[in-house]
């Protein structure tokens, strides 16, 4: 790879140990996938932060790093494995908290924003049309190719942290153009509405075509919510870091040759296939972290109602602190749900403790079943507070 002075100084261990060691990691994964050369990053959003996943080597890692590591651009953090303040109200155990607080002070040593969340779109780190930027998160790197139109491979955490600490990314994958570049057709036999359709959409097409990059038409309008939930399932269904979708995407892609089309029969079996028997035991709406528009929905559904089971709402801090200045979270919490802010029903370590999950999110099914070993019921967020209060 060719690189610039500085670039070597790095490292070289000029700028420091922490520095030096994340050179050597993009320089690595630079040569491995062939890149020509390093660009500037001017975001970055880093994985791996519940202490679930993480363990005691990833901890030491990150405690390593953070003896002399600064972070260069604006860099936030995804979903922790608890709510950093109200970890006990989630039966969190005080062990777990412990490591987890310690994951979190290790990045913020590095000013690291430590704000835990994998919709950063919507709390301030938003780049725009073209920018080039080290994503984790597979939902929100999709989001981010296919909706901002900015250019990011999925990062592994370390590579993001290494980003984050040089400001650099190897340039290769989905920073170039040619590689963006639509591969299938996806025609759609009827638009859908509401953000559990998006998801069945995502599986449907990620499990059609893989993480080949689809054309989406035949979808009119979609809305900040639905297009989260779309981003999400995709990825994880099919393995993609992007879609076009006609009237959305701002990037400019060549019609592709291969076609294929959805039916809507398709999408309502996606849905049924999602769908056990019998109520659950648990409900959980936020997967991609719920937006101020769906805590409003919410809200307004539980005015004066009570639920009869555990029900989260996950969301980032600062979404949620919206939510306690409009008086949503008094509404939603006098009615016996919860929120767990800066986590997930799906990073949380909650393993074992229910049964069935009914959520809006095709992803959060995937995972619940695959990681907790839990039934699920998909369903949309009216449906699922209807659920919640039976
Ligand atoms: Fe986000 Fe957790 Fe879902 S990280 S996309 S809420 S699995």
Redesign the pocket.
């Known amino acids: 790879m060719n690189l610039t002075k500085e670039e070597k100084e790095m490292l070289s261990g000029k700028h420091g140990n922490a520095v030096k060691k994340s050179m050597e990691i993009l320089k690595a994964l630079g040569e491995i996938y062939g890149a020509k050369k390093m660009i500037s990053v001017s975001s970055v959003q880093i994985a791996g932060v519940s202490y679930d996943n993480l363990g005691e080597p990833g901890l030491e890692f990150l405690a390593e790093m953070a003896k002399d590591g600064k972070t260069r651009v604006l860099t936030t953090l995804?979903?922790a494995g608890m709510d950093m303040e109200n970890w006990r109200a989630l039966g969190i155990q005080e062990e777990f908290a412990e490591k987890q607080e310690k994951v979190i002070n290790a990045f913020a040593r590095m000013g690291v924003i430590t704000t835990c969340t994998?919709t950063p779109y919507l709390i301030g780190n938003c780049p725009h049309f073209g920018e080039h930027i080290a994503w984790s998160?597979s939902?929100a790197v999709a989001f981010a190719n296919s909706v901002l139109g900015a250019y990011t491979n999925r990062e592994g955490g370390p590579s993001a942290l290494a980003a984050a600490l040089t400001g650099k990314t190897p340039e290769y994958g989905m920073h170039l153009e040619k590689n963006r570049q639509a591969e299938v057709l996806v025609e759609l036999e009827k638009p859908l509405r509401e953000t559990q359709n998006f998801g069945a959409l995502g599986k449907v097409v990620g499990e059609k075509i893989g993480n080949k990059i689809p054309l989406v038409v035949g979808q009119d309008k979609a809305s900040l919510e639905e297009l989260k939930s779309l981003s999400?399932s995709i990825a994880t269904y099919g393995g993609t870091a992007m879609f076009h979708m006609k009237g959305i995407t701002p990037s400019k892609t060549k019609k592709p040759k291969e076609k294929i089309l959805v039916k809507h029969s398709e999408i309502e079996e996606a849905l049924a296939g999602l769908t056990a028997e019998g109520t659950s035991d648990f409900v959980s709406i936020?997967?991609?972290?719920a937006s101020i528009k769906e805590i409003e929905k919410i809200a307004k559904l539980l005015e004066g109602k009570k639920v009869n089971k555990e029900v989260w709402i996950?969301t980032a801090r600062p979404t949620k602190k919206i939510a306690d200045m409009m008086g949503y979270t008094k509404t939603i919490e006098e009615a016996g749900a919860k929120f767990a802010a800066d986590t997930?029903?799906?990073?949380a370590p909650i393993k074992g403790r229910f049964n069935q999950i009914t959520t809006d999110?095709a992803?959060?099914c995937f995972?619940a079943a695959s990681k907790n070993k839990f039934k699920t019921r998909i369903k949309s967020i009216e449906e699922c507070i209807k659920e919640a209060c039976e």
């Open positions: 995804n979903p994998c998160e939902s999400a936020g997967c991609p972290h996950t997930c029903c799906v990073v999110s992803k959060g995972y």
